[in-house]
């Protein structure tokens, strides 16, 4: 049973950093491409980037500059540090990890960021 939890989400001021784990579990991690999106209260779910099993990544403009997609294979992790936070950052934070057994998606993180 493959299972993707997130992780490291909390209260940061503007300008603030904070970074975010994603834990795969039950699957070959180092097969998988690996999704950020998020999701603010009352829009619809936003992808924020993407890291493919070969390290290369994407990003949504509205973050690239600021957030960093990385992953770490030995520890089926991967991770979004995300710097210069904005009050328009704040959302539910969710990974996903995709292979060609399967598309999986975590429960999610809450990142508020306000004075």
């Known amino acids: 049973q493959v299972k993707l939890v997130e992780s490291g989400g909390g209260l940061v001021q503007p300008g603030g950093s904070l970074r975010l784990s994603c834990v795969v579990s039950g699957s070959i991690f180092s097969n998988y491409v690996m999704r950020w999106y998020r999701q603010a209260p009352g829009e619809d779910r936003e992808w924020v980037g993407v890291?493919?099993?070969?390290?290369?990544?994407l990003y949504s403009d509205s973050v690239k500059g600021r957030f960093t997609i990385s992953r770490d294979n030995a520890k089926n992790t991967m991770y979004l540090q995300m710097n210069s936070l904005k009050p328009e950052d704040t959302a539910v934070y969710y990974c996903r990890g995709s292979d060609q057994g399967g598309d999986y998606w975590g429960k999610g993180t809450l990142v508020t960021v306000s004075l």
């Open positions: 890291i493919a099993p070969d390290f290369s990544t």
